[in-house]
């Protein structure tokens, strides 16, 4: 069971778009519609923002959103503000009742 | 509103046992939830350790199941880990987590606590 694969840091300006991909295998995210991302702020538990590849909690932004493709998922963040500035991690219900993360990717945000 | 609160030692002795316990407030842990722990080394990414139900089922990460127990004491409302054999690698923040209705998230997490393995 090996960790997604999330570029190690993205970066955007003010209002634009970033989009941050997360790829596994077809054990994993390939295999089922269980990709969740969190944001995670220094020194924070990490924070819930999209569950089942698209689906957003109660209260976090629509500016959120996320997708899948294959073996790969994303995550996008439109209309850049600085708070958005964090590390974001992917997550994969990965069979057998296991979950297996990605490595993270910082987002800076210029 | 539900909230997660883990506590224990900040410091094992490598070969030890680490253990910790999360405590479940503002809701029960009877619920129909699966309960987490995630682990961060410093300056890494998030670890999944394992799950644990109300019943007592578990499920762990096939590379830590050797040396990982977590189990459920429902008359205090938490649960706990205890991750045996340790080195210096599993110096990490724990965290403990409920996990959603669905399969595969959290949607709570608790601070998360630093647990340093040195002699």
């Known amino acids: 069971q090996s960790a997604l694969t999330q570029p190690a840091s993205v970066s955007g300006s003010p209002g634009q778009s970033i989009t941050i991909s997360c790829t596994g295998t077809?054990?994993?995210?390939?295999?089922?519609?269980?990709v969740s991302w969190y944001q995670q702020h220094p020194g924070k538990a990490p924070k819930l923002m999209i569950y089942?590849?698209?689906k957003r909690p109660s209260g976090v932004s629509n500016r959120f959103s996320g997708s899948k493709s294959g073996n790969t998922a994303s995550l996008t963040i439109s209309g850049l503000q600085a708070e958005d500035e964090a590390d974001y991690y992917c997550c994969s219900y990965a069979g057998s009742s296991t979950r297996v993360f990605g490595g993270g990717t910082k987002l800076t945000v210029l | 509103q539900v909230q997660l609160q883990e506590s224990g030692p900040g410091l094992v002795k490598p070969s030890g046992t680490l253990s910790l316990t999360c405590a479940v407030s503002?809701?029960?842990?009877?619920?129909?939830?699966?309960w987490s722990w995630v682990r961060q080394p410093p300056g890494k990414g998030l670890e999944w350790i394992g799950e644990i139900y109300h019943s007592g089922s578990t499920n762990y990460n096939p590379s830590l199941k050797s040396r990982v127990t977590i189990s459920v004491d429902k008359s205090k409302n938490q649960f706990s880990l205890k991750l045996s054999s340790v080195t210096a690698a599993d110096t990490a923040v724990y965290y403990c987590a409920r996990e959603g209705k669905g399969l595969g998230y959290f949607d709570l997490w608790g601070r998360g606590t630093l647990v340093t393995v040195s002699s």
């Open positions: 077809s054990s994993d995210v390939g295999g089922y519609n269980y």
């Open positions: 503002g809701g029960s842990i009877s619920s129909s939830n699966w």
């Open positions: 089942d590849v698209s």
